[in-house]
Structures are given as C-alpha cells and as structure tokens.
C-alpha cells in the first residue's frame, strides 16, 4: 500500500487585516504565488460575527495553501466599490491578481471549509505517495489506452477512495468514451468531501457545456443575426454557444466578453456565467484562459 506523505506546516501570517491602501500588495501581489480569500466585513455586522471565526479556522487549517485578508468596509470602501459589493458580508477570492470566485452572506462551517479548499487547490495539491500512479494513468488517457487509464484509476480509488485526481481520471476516461452520461453519473457519485474539488467542478463545467453543445445553433445564421443588429444580446449569447460547440473557444470568449462589454447585467450576468463555464472547464493555465480571465477584471475593475 503506497504511503501518503504528511500534510506541509503552515506559515505565520496567514490572516491579515487589510486596507484600500494595502490591498495591491497583500492581495493583488500576494495572490500572484498563494490564493488570498479577502472578507469584506463591518462591525455592525451580525452575520459577519458568524463568517469571521469560521473562515479564519478554515484558512488557519489549510496549512498555508490560502491567506486571508479582512477588510473594514466602513473605513475602507474603494474596493468594495470597485468590486460592486452590496451586502455583507461578501467575501471575494483571487489568485494570481484576479478575482477568481467568491460567496456572499454567512455559510455553514461545512460550505466554508469547501469553499476554502477549493480556493487552496488552485496553487495545486500537496504531493502524495499515489502521485506517480495518478500521472502514470494520466500518460494512458493521453495515448489513447482508455481502459488502462481506467483500471489505473480505479485501482488508485481503491487505495484512496476521495482522491479527487483519481476520480477525475475516472470521469475524464468516460468522457474519452463519449459516454457523457456515464461521466455524469459517475461525477455526481463522487464522495462529498470531494465534490468541490476544483478537478471535479471543471469537469462539471465542461459536461454541462458538451450538453449545451447538443442544442447549439447553426453559426452562420447567428452570426447574421448579431451583425444585422448588434444589441441582439441573445443572438450573441447563442453565437458563443454555437461558436464553442464547433470549437471555436476563443472565438466564444470574444463574443462573451463584447457581452458583457455591452451589458455586464443582462439576463442576471449571463456573459459573465458562461464565460466562467468555460474557463472552469479548461486549464487554468491555458491561453484563452488567461487572456480571457485578464480581458473581464480589466472590465470589471474599469
């Protein structure tokens, strides 16, 4: 039986209470290598009362992998305002300099506590003894041995039943099938200490986009309904669908972010919802998506 290796130490200051004037560096800099999951918060505030100390313990166990910073919005409201939030508390997560997810109004512990894993993943998980076997059935998948993959995985599973890079291998072998709805089974089976997990919520992104792909429609006759009139927001909206259903992702994105360009509000934020679709579906590390992720804060922050 493989071993796992012990959990990394976690170092001081980790929380931290922040300012406007602080911000660009303890949140925007620091977010460039570790995850800052910042609490915009009031005295006043009930609820936040309630937020504080569970997200302080939930960033405390994570061991490192995410800091907190806390800021006043009463002393501090340029942020804030920038980042249009209107009830707290609100709390906002970034990686990399860019907000990335967030929540608003006080969680359980336990939605907390996943809510910060999550966000602590993005930097990526701790090594464990199952890592080679996990790359080892990644490299199958690769070369096209699906079945190996998934015998790989699944004995990894048997070892680990909530390794989340194990199961997402699993459901990715399903997808490498065109088995959609076996993938989707087997993703919602997953355990829920798991569920979270940021490979298993792109993996949800990516079915719900292959299922949105079913029902796209014809590109061309979009296309000619948003160049005869370009405020036709849905004519665009279906045009990234059907533009990313022919695999024309950047070209997605593009149409998305004139969107919301033009109506960052319209149908409930709907621009902004699927463009998150697609790049909690892809790597984060892939082009379109950082140049997508950079396009829309640049928006947002303008």
Request: glycine share 6%.
């Amino acid at each position: 039986m493989l071993e796992l290796n012990a959990q990394p130490q976690a170092p001081v200051d980790l929380i931290k209470d922040g300012t406007d004037a602080s911000f660009p560096q303890d949140v925007i800099a620091a977010s460039q290598d570790v995850p800052v999951i910042v609490d915009f918060w009031a005295p006043w505030c009930g609820p936040c009362k309630t937020l504080g100390p569970a997200i302080e313990a939930a960033v405390t166990k994570a061991g490192g992998r995410v800091k907190l910073v806390k800021i006043d919005v009463d002393r501090n409201p340029g942020y804030a305002g920038q980042l249009r939030v209107q009830s707290i508390p609100t709390v906002y997560a970034f990686y990399q300099g860019r907000p990335v997810d967030g929540f608003q109004g006080a969680l359980p512990p336990s939605e907390i506590n996943a809510f910060v894993d999550k966000i602590a993943a993005l930097a990526g998980e701790p090594d464990n003894g199952l890592a080679d076997a996990i790359a080892a059935a990644d490299q199958m998948l690769t070369e096209g041995a699906v079945t190996d993959a998934a015998e790989t995985f699944a004995a990894i599973l048997q070892e680990d039943p909530a390794n989340a890079a194990a199961y997402a291998g699993l459901v990715r072998c399903y997808l490498a099938l065109d088995d959609i709805d076996q993938a989707e089974a087997a993703l919602n089976g997953a355990p829920a200490e798991i569920s979270t997990d940021p490979a298993l919520e792109a993996l949800h992104a990516q079915i719900i986009l292959l299922r949105e792909a079913a029902n796209a429609g014809p590109v061309g006759e979009l296309q000619a309904l948003v160049d005869a009139d370009p405020a036709n927001h849905q004519a665009r909206f279906d045009l990234a669908v059907a533009l990313h259903a022919n695999g024309q992702v950047e070209q997605a994105v593009n149409e998305l972010l004139d969107l919301f360009r033009r109506d960052r509000d319209w149908n409930d934020g709907a621009a902004k919802t699927q463009l998150f679709k697609i790049f909690d579906a892809r790597d984060a590390k892939d082009p379109i998506v950082l140049a997508g992720r950079r396009r829309l804060s640049s928006m947002i922050f303008a």
